[in-house]
């Protein structure tokens, strides 16, 4: 055979499909046995990867069918842009053209995303540096980002990418930006209404046309997802409120040639009101009709509700889980008379079969301990399926709260049908802070502090806080420790140390100083699901050394000696069924605690009641009422120490006055606080004006009252101080931040006035 060169050249996928059909018409090469395979214009691609991908081998059968194979397989590797087989009697030759590495991807003129983070994500796709060079990536990487900016209303952004060839068959890739303006919401509309003004529709929405705060909550700036959800809003409207067939004919969003403004219409079909005219149930409900009756929250008479529909269905299925039935099934059919404006429900149940949980899965604790969230379930492996206690077991996991979601979900596991899995998934977040700091001032010249909190220690479940302080003149070492779980059942141990050094300022007077060290051990035990009592006992020992004293302290020493001891027992009680620790909206707070001096030179007893209590008016508003009472005494004829004495004025107990400043002072002026205390707050709390309903930032009115009382005083109305105001409650990235101005009601010409006060931490 005369010797003949065969090439086969293919640029793209249709290309291959071509060459492949040719080689059999045209340029059809006899099989023969492969001698030798040479592989030509490899830079970076090591041979044994074109030598792994050929579907033959020396010695073995070559032709034309395992030809295009292999032509097919090179470019599957995606690192070629051209590939070439040539035939020299028995020799095999793959000639390659590699495709362009990534040298660099840089993005210019991007400010709305960190470029770290863009590159991050093209980094995930295979765009990044060091890998071959995609044009079909390096398009879909363009339209994404143009998708990205559309979500983020910026309808005008342009995007251009770049390839620059450089040496060493290399390029770079520049995505170029050109942001332009923020579309805004120029219009919102909604048509079709007739028994509700628009603007009360319209006041339901998360986006709105703009406002003074528009910079902060966004609100005009429009969104395929935000407009959903508020478009469910209205439809939850209606259908809470008797409007059984009410729907969103169409929804139109339009935006002006220049890119900028938007507009928005929904077009709404209300329907008649509808009454509910009775309830029945149907199927097997157990032989425990009554007690699904009980459940039933529709009503004959009122107007439909769709929430209490749903909130039935869910009661039911939930009190079939309490018997074991996960797979039981509620409908609630209605039959709808239109002529009277009238509906009636069938409440279809079927329990279908009982099953039993067997097993437990959780996933997304990656720093956090497997028993840690296990210790929490009420509902056990190999036990009856019991939907109060999985509901119960999902509630304490978010009580931890070590995470920012938790959710579980029931699993059928195949083959068996009376066996379910649960799959619980967690989002962990961070549980930790680190506080480094130096101070330097004229008085305190160079002071270093530590700070360490960490409540979910070494992903234990544990709480570990330590607290470092050199000041001259105030320093403190602190250390504390939380064992949820000190015993199996439960029962946590808390351990305090600590040791408080204060001398006061040259400016205030005075040359002495005060050393508090102590350590205490409490123990909490969990008698309900909601009710823990603590109890402990602890040790601290109060040194006061110099010549110049307050009188105060003058008194103290008198009593007690300039070092002296103190053995308190400690007991107390909470209940907490707050919807939320940070923006309660419903629920009560409870909690009562008390301290006992039984031993050492000082004797006294102490005790506090705190209640809060959030009362919801509607979607948006909230009534926060909270009250505390504290009294103390001193035992064997002694006076109550003054180092244990409360303290009221500012933000927590009546603003408006200077923190800590009401109540006895002692012969230089100085408020010394007392062992009894009153104070009354009442709230309500509003969405901040343009913030939309966004909970995190709202605005709320406030009337405080109360004061504190000598140990010989009486609790006395006409002694309260109290004070109105207004201020701004905002969940910041350091915590919830409060801020008040308040305008004292009744007051004493020697009280200090604070107006404006703010502060980092609780709302009461």
Do not use: C, H
């Amino acid at each position: 055979m005369q010797k003949q060169i065969k090439r086969f050249k293919v640029r793209s996928v249709s290309a291959i499909v071509a060459s492949f059909l040719i080689a059999q018409a045209a340029w059809a090469v006899d099989p023969f046995t492969v001698r030798d395979i040479r592989v030509e214009g490899l830079q970076r691609v090591e041979p044994g990867t074109i030598f792994a991908s050929l579907p033959f081998r020396v010695g073995e059968t070559y032709n034309d069918d395992k030809g295009s194979s292999a032509i097919r397989a090179l470019f599957g590797l995606g690192l070629f842009k051209d590939v070439r087989l040539e035939v020299s009697g028995d020799v095999l030759v793959v000639i390659v053209e590699e495709r362009p590495t990534v040298a660099d991807v840089d993005f210019v003129g991007a400010k709305e995303f960190d470029k770290e983070v863009l590159k991050k994500a093209l980094r995930d796709i295979g765009l990044a540096d060091g890998r071959p060079f995609d044009k079909a990536l390096a398009d879909r990487a363009e339209q994404e980002l143009k998708r990205q900016y559309i979500n983020r209303s910026l309808y005008g952004a342009e995007v251009l990418t770049t390839v620059t060839p450089i040496e060493r068959n290399r390029v770079n890739v520049t995505f170029s930006v050109t942001e332009g303006d923020i579309a805004k919401i120029k219009e919102i509309r909604v048509v079709g209404n007739k028994a509700f003004s628009e603007s009360t529709l319209r006041g339901l929405f998360d986006l709105n046309t703009g406002g003074w705060l528009s910079w902060y909550t966004k609100s005009n700036q429009y969104s395929r997802v935000k407009l959903n959800a508020d478009i469910e809003t209205l439809r939850s409207y209606y259908l809470t409120r008797g409007y059984l067939e009410f729907k969103v004919d169409s929804t139109q969003v339009a935006i002006s040639p220049n890119k900028q403004d938007i507009s928005v219409i929904i077009n709404i079909t209300e329907g008649e009101r509808f009454t509910v005219s009775g309830v029945k149930l149907e199927g097997n409900f157990l032989e425990r009709e009554e007690e699904f009756k009980s459940l039933v929250t529709i009503k004959p008479g009122d107007a439909y509700n769709a929430d209490l529909v749903a909130q039935t269905v869910k009661a039911f299925t939930e009190y079939y889980g309490s018997f074991g039935f996960a797979f039981a099934k509620v409908d609630a059919k209605p039959e709808i008379d239109r002529v009277n404006n009238r509906v009636a429900f069938v409440l279809q149940g079927d329990p279908s079969r009982r099953a039993y949980v067997r097993r437990v899965n959780i996933s997304g604790n990656n720093r956090t301990r497997d028993e840690v969230v296990r210790r929490e379930f009420r509902q056990f492996e190999a036990s009856w399926y019991d939907g109060d206690k999985i509901r119960l077991s999902r509630d304490r996991v978010d009580r931890l709260g070590y995470f920012t979601e938790v959710n579980i979900d029931t699993q059928e596991v195949p083959g068996t049908p009376d066996q379910v899995d649960l799959n619980m998934a967690v989002v962990e977040k961070p549980t930790g802070n680190l506080q480094l700091g130096a101070g330097f001032s004229s008085a305190e010249k160079l002071s270093l502090i530590f700070g360490f909190k960490q409540e979910n220690a070494f992903g234990t479940g544990n709480y570990l806080g330590l607290e470092v302080n050199t000041g001259k003149f105030n320093r403190q070492f602190v250390l504390s420790t939380v064992d949820p779980y000190f015993t199996n059942d439960g029962i946590s141990r808390t351990l305090d140390l600590y040791s408080r050094t204060s001398r006061p300022f040259s400016s205030q007077g005075g040359d002495y100083q005060l050393k508090t060290t102590g350590g205490s051990v409490r123990f909490g035990v969990p008698f309900s699901e909601v009710d823990t009592v603590y109890f402990g006992a602890g040790l601290e020992q109060i040194d006061i050394s110099g010549r110049v004293l307050p009188l105060v302290y003058q008194d103290y020493i008198r009593t007690f000696g300039a070092k002296s001891n103190t053995v308190p027992l400690t007991v107390g009680w909470s209940r907490d069924d707050r919807d939320s620790a940070l923006v309660p909206s419903r629920g009560t707070f409870q909690r009562v605690y008390g301290d006992w001096g039984v031993a050492g030179d000082a004797r006294f007893l102490r005790t506090n009641y705190q209640v809060q209590k959030y009362i919801p008016l509607n979607r948006q508003f909230t009534i926060a009422l909270n009250g505390e009472l504290g009294w103390g005494k001193g035992l064997n004829g002694q006076p109550f120490p003054v180092f244990k004495n409360s303290y009221s004025g500012g933000l927590g107990s009546v603003r408006g006055f200077e923190p800590s400043t009401l109540g006895p002072r002692d012969a230089q002026g100085n408020a010394i606080g007392g062992p009894k205390k009153i104070t009354l707050n009442a709230e309500i709390l509003a969405p901040f004006p343009g913030a939309g309903n966004d909970r995190t930032l709202r605005l709320f009115g406030f009337v405080d009252t109360g004061n504190v009382f000598g140990e010989n005083q009486k609790y006395s109305l006409g002694d309260l101080r109290s004070s109105v105001g207004i201020g701004i409650s905002w969940i910041s990235p350091l915590g919830p931040l409060r801020l008040a101005i308040a305008n004292p009601l009744s007051k004493k010409p020697t009280d200090r006035i604070q107006r404006l006060q703010f502060q980092i931490g609780t709302s009461f």
